[in-house]
């Protein structure tokens, strides 16, 4: 039996070991010695408050493997990646995965090899993966995002009620509940909904000292972004709403000299978005323009600027953005820039992406009739989805379209992919029966099979441009044999640059236009709400934006940040801050341009500073050398 103090000693090793730190941050150990010794725990901890090492670090210590229950396929996958490369033992299962590759997940468990296993709340009903769970050592549940499992909560997933019922069948295994954003409704409702036995709770505040807030209201948002970046040399991240503006907006600061940036969505192949992230993290003054597809599970200390070039839909999803800057505690800026037509077109887009009953009803019948998914029917065929054939058909908009698949491929009801990825192919007859087909078809299934091997045993993953450089033949010609193949039944194809969807429930016509629609309509009302309350956030000049962040998350008697926009405006007013005297210091230090006057007052409003610059230039205290660079007129 291992002492007490060897115990805290290993501990140390471990995260000097694996992380690299001499150190814990803020309660991270005191969650780690609740999970270690087996309490049911529920951490609120801040974006940046490093949720992830309260359970990797006891998944190590502890016999057996770690479940952890995450929402998101996109942070499994992250995760898994970089804990693999710190040389920890970790794996996901997901929807995509082929049998064999699930297999071979679950013997690494039952071996006791893997620490850490991944999985989607969905698979918790799962009959083959909790048939291998009987064979693994559980050491706790970790459930993050666990503000999911509120009604209320950000992203409400059903799935995640299955939490509860799946910890009683396996003897109310430990849990550890963690999450970012939670109002103190959301908190009550995450104990009581995964039975947590008298958990111990662990509460942060979500104050970031050393975070300021800048709301802009501004109308020429591509000159504010150019101005900031022209002078500041440091690491950021610029989150803008769709891929084009991402795209469009990097390409407009790259013609204007900024070279240090880039831009990141989904829509990138998976190795373009490794080496763009990659790159952004081992440099020290490199820009990213990007959805919010980036920033989850990316843990970077030394970011010194968010910049939100749209409002974002939700406070929960602001914060945790901004969170990103200042990891470090060193000082950092979040640019929120905003304007009255943004916002009255934002409330436009948002409604317009709410079908009526009818719509919704009319969209989810479609994917069934199409596939020729009868009523109780559940296919497990993966088919290929054509998302223009759906408008055409209903009428819907493309907007309304997409808000109805996500809500079924969040709700567990679908499995929809969007996103470009390799296609698979699935040999659907015995390799003996191959000499009974034509010579043309046997041939080229032939050339399958030299060229994949396993493609004789399972479904494998390929790439038809990988293929079209090893035999020399043109991508489409291959698409079009294989689904030639495909169409005699020969081959199970699926294209990975389209869009493509699996039934995960039964067809349930009465469940599509009773209980989906109700959860649908609900999700939609809470959405609108959650924006009304940004868009307060964003136009009420005065309250301390840090204040109305922390009055949001339950906090009580919170006092002023003293350095947000409406603090700084506030200041002024009161104490008369003397904008002209300290505009007369820099330009004695060297003649700027206004954006560099701005920065160096710690990016105050243009508008005052110019107005200032007039006056002085009228009293002669200062002068211009060129249209834009004033000096001071002593020099």
């Given at each position: 039996?291992?002492s007490q103090q060897d115990f805290q000693q290993l ?242 600061l790259q013609r204007n000299q900024i070279s240090n ?375």
């Open positions: 039996m291992i501990k140390f090793q471990t995260l000097k070991h694996f992380w690299g730190y001499d150190r814990f941050r803020d309660s991270q150990e005191e969650i780690i010695n609740s999970v270690i010794n087996r309490k049911d725990t529920l951490a609120l901890l801040p974006t940046g408050g490093g949720k992830s090492l309260c359970y990797q670090l006891p998944a190590l210590l502890l016999e057996g493997t770690c479940l952890v229950i995450s929402p998101l396929l996109a942070l499994m996958k992250d995760q898994v990646y970089q804990l693999k490369n710190s040389g920890i033992e970790a794996e996901y299962l997901s929807s995509e995965l082929d049998e064999f590759d699930a297999e071979v997940i679950f013997n690494r468990c039952k071996d006791g090899l893997t620490k850490i296993l991944y999985v989607s709340p969905e698979r918790l009903t799962n009959r083959v993966f909790l048939q291998n769970l009987e064979e693994i050592q559980i050491s706790f549940i970790a459930v993050d995002e666990a503000h999911c499992i509120s009604q209320w909560g950000q992203d409400f997933r059903p799935s995640y009620q299955n939490i509860k019922a799946f910890r009683q069948d396996f003897n109310n295994i430990p849990c550890l509940a963690l999450t970012a954003t939670a109002t103190p409704q959301v908190l009550r409702e995450i104990q009581l909904k995964l039975n947590l036995n008298n958990p111990v709770l662990f509460q942060k505040s979500f104050r970031r000292t050393n975070i300021k807030i800048i709301s802009d209201k501004i109308s020429d948002k591509y000159q504010r972004v150019l101005n900031l970046l022209k002078y500041n040399n440091s690491t950021g991240i610029i989150y803008v709403r769709t891929r084009k503006e991402a795209e469009e907006l990097t390409r407009f940036v880039d831009f990141f969505h989904a829509g990138l192949p998976v190795k373009e978005k490794n080496q763009k992230q990659t790159n952004w993290i081992n440099s020290n003054n490199h820009v990213l323009v990007s959805t919010n597809a980036f920033g989850m599970g990316i843990d970077k200390d030394n970011v010194r600027f968010v910049i939100h070039f749209s409002p974002p839909p939700s406070i929960e999803n602001y914060y945790q953005e901004i969170g990103r800057a200042g990891r470090d505690g060193l000082e950092s800026h979040a640019f929120l820039l905003w304007n009255e037509q943004e916002l009255s077109d934002l409330d436009s887009i948002l409604r317009n992406q709410i079908p009526s009953k009818k719509e919704f009803y009319d969209i989810v019948s479609y994917l069934y009739s199409s596939f020729q998914v009868a009523e109780n029917d559940l296919p497990e065929t993966v088919f290929q989805l054509q998302v223009q054939r759906i408008q055409n058909f209903t009428k819907a908009s493309m907007a309304k379209i997409k808000n109805v698949l996500n809500f079924l491929h969040v709700q567990e009801i679908v499995f929809f992919n969007n996103n470009k990825s390799r296609s698979s192919l699935e040999l659907k007859i015995a390799p003996d029966d191959i000499d009974l087909l034509s010579k043309k078809d046997a041939y080229f299934i032939e050339l399958l099979l030299r060229n994949y091997s396993g493609l004789s045993s399972h479904k494998i993953m390929f790439s038809e441009m990988t293929m079209s450089k090893k035999i020399d033949v043109d991508v489409f010609l291959i698409k079009q044999r294989i689904k030639e193949l495909q169409q005699k039944n020969f081959l199970e194809y699926i294209d990975g640059a389209l869009a493509s969807i699996k039934f995960l429930k039964h067809r349930d016509d009465r469940a599509i236009s009773g209980k989906y629609w109700n959860l649908f309509e609900q999700i939609q009302k809470n959405k609108l709400k959650k924006w009304e309350e940004m868009k307060f956030f964003l136009q009420d000049s005065d309250y301390c934006k840090m204040k109305l962040i922390l009055s949001y998350f339950g906090e009580k008697n919170v006092k002023n940040c003293g350095q947000c926009s409406v603090c700084e405006s506030q200041k002024e007013s009161v104490f008369g801050r003397d904008i002209s005297r300290e505009i007369i210091e820099i330009l004695k230090q060297k003649p700027s341009n206004v954006e560099e006057i701005a920065i160096k007052l710690n990016y105050y409003k243009k508008e005052n500073i110019l107005e200032n610059l007039i006056h002085l230039l009228d009293s002669g205290e200062v002068k211009m050398l060129n249209f834009r660079t004033y000096a001071y007129k002593n020099e």
